[in-house]
């Protein structure tokens, strides 16, 4: 097994350039089953989930593609019995946005027969929210032996699709599946995610008619069929956030390219609210700071709130700001698993119910860390990064899932990491050497 070893200390400096965003490709990949046609899809990041998600469409009969590392054709044109078709290759169970395989091709076959989605365990994670959009537009389901879960229909009619709560998931897999539904659907209390947009445009180039993605309420009007299209995803909000708390962390001064940084804006305005300082160009950020960052208050919050998944990273660097801050995480119930890596590495923050209250130090010191799950993995990442010495941070596999050459990256800033095998005792020392 592999894991990062890191020696920190150093400031971050220089110019990283981000990736598209996995949460967005996620849902446009199993999107373009939705035509027979070829999809051409580009800035998709190399992470594992992608790779996970593609092997399971090329494994339902579909052609898939890479043309290069980072764009994709596929062509679902080659999938034969539609009606027959069960996703559930064993690793799809380890991602949760197998279930956008659902919504996809019970809009395109009125069948879905995919293996229940897994991925970070950072909560209950229900999906019943999908389940109530797919009855609403006449389909019905049930879960089937084998873990599995089952959802057909004989025809699809659009409908007026209430969500008792915002998720991501459920607004995208409802799109996916009305989309060639006979009418019109109606999502009420949509999430607003800019992935959400960038599904909805994606689909909207293949010929689909969808308007209001970006706010509360989405309109679909079903059309026949959809057609061929090439397309590029937007950077990744969250890859982008994570390096600029690494600069702040730091105490860098880092040049964050290839982002939208009208998505950045909660993590902007919380970064220069605690002392660091954030210049916005067209597709760039700059985030500097001396590393004498303040505390603050921050409650996660669907879009255009603070994202939950940016949480860990901003504790991690509250817990080096000075003062009292606290963290509300309203979203996931189990997400702060990381408080006790933290501690060992001398962080003071105590967790009461969804809330922690974190007391600032005046430093980390490095320590042996265990990845709890994907943004926890690399808000450890970035304490190993600003501690005094050498760290360890095992099971990366949950970084390695959303991050593209991480290791890769954090280097190309003059940070002090390596990936290496868990055993490989030369290979560490080697680095102790390399580093000092
Ligand atoms: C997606 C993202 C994840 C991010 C999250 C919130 C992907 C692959 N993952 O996850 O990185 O942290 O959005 O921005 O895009 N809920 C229900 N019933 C449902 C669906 C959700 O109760 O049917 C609850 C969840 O338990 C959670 C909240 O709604 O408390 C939001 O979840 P949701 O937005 O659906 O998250 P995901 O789509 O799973």
């Known amino acids: ?129 999908h389940t109530k959009g797919f009855e609403s537009l006449g389909a019905n389901w049930e879960i089937v032996k084998g873990g599995k879960i089952v959802v057909r229909a004989d025809e699809l009619f659009g409908n007026h699709v209430y969500m008792d709560i915002v998720s991501v998931g459920a607004t995208i897999n409802i799109m996916l599946a009305a989309v060639l539904a006979q009418g019109k659907t109606t999502i009420e209390n949509a999430a607003k995610e800019p992935h959400i947009v960038d599904v909805a445009n994606f689909l909207n180039s293949m010929g689909a008619n969808i308007k209001g993605a970006g706010t509360d309420v989405i309109r679909i009007r079903g059309v026949e069929r959809l057609h061929k299209t090439e397309y590029s995803i937007i950077p990744d909000q969250i890859e982008a956030g994570t390096f600029m708390m690494m600069a702040a962390a730091t105490g860098g001064n880092v040049l964050i390219k290839n982002v939208i940084p009208k998505h950045l804006e909660a993590i902007s305005a919380k970064l220069n ?95 042996n860390l265990v990845a709890p799950d994907l943004r926890a993995g690399a808000a450890l990442v970035i304490a190993a990064l600003a501690a005094d010495g050498f760290s360890s941070v095992e099971d990366i596999k949950y970084i390695l899932r959303g991050y593209e050459d991480f290791d890769g990256k954090i280097k190309g800033l003059g940070g002090a990491i390596e990936l290496i095998d868990d055993d490989d005792d030369r290979s560490m020392q080697k680095f102790r050497l390399k580093v000092g």
């Open 1 to 129: 097994m592999e894991k990062y070893v890191i020696k920190g200390g150093r400031r971050l400096e220089g110019e990283v350039t981000i990736a598209g965003a996995k949460n967005a490709a996620l849902g446009i990949l199993a999107a373009a089953v939705l035509t027979d046609e070829e999809c051409i899809i580009e800035n998709v990041p190399y992470v594992q989930d992608t790779k996970v998600l593609l092997a399971a469409i090329e494994n339902i009969g579909a052609r898939v593609k890479y043309i290069d590392k980072h764009t994709v054709s596929i062509c679902a044109g080659t999938i034969r019995d539609g009606k027959h078709l069960e996703v559930d290759d064993g690793n799809i169970r380890k991602i949760r946005a197998g279930y956008y395989l659902l919504g996809s091709l019970l809009g395109k076959y009125h069948y879905a027969n995919v293996a229940l989605p897994g991925g970070c365990d950072i909560g209950a994670r229900p999906i019943d929210q």
């Open 273 to 367: 609210e605690i002392g660091a300082h954030v210049i916005e160009y067209d597709d760039s950020v700059r985030v500097m700071s001396d590393g004498r960052l303040k505390s603050t208050h921050i409650k996660t919050l669907p879009y255009p709130g603070f994202p939950t998944d940016m949480q860990p990273q901003m504790a991690v660097t509250l817990a080096l700001s000075r003062g009292t801050s606290i963290i509300t995480e309203s979203i996931f119930e189990n997400r702060f698993k990381y408080v006790s890596e933290l501690a060992r590495m001398g962080a003071r923050i105590s967790v009461e119910g969804n809330t922690a209250i974190i007391t600032g130090v005046e430093g980390y010191t490095g320590a």
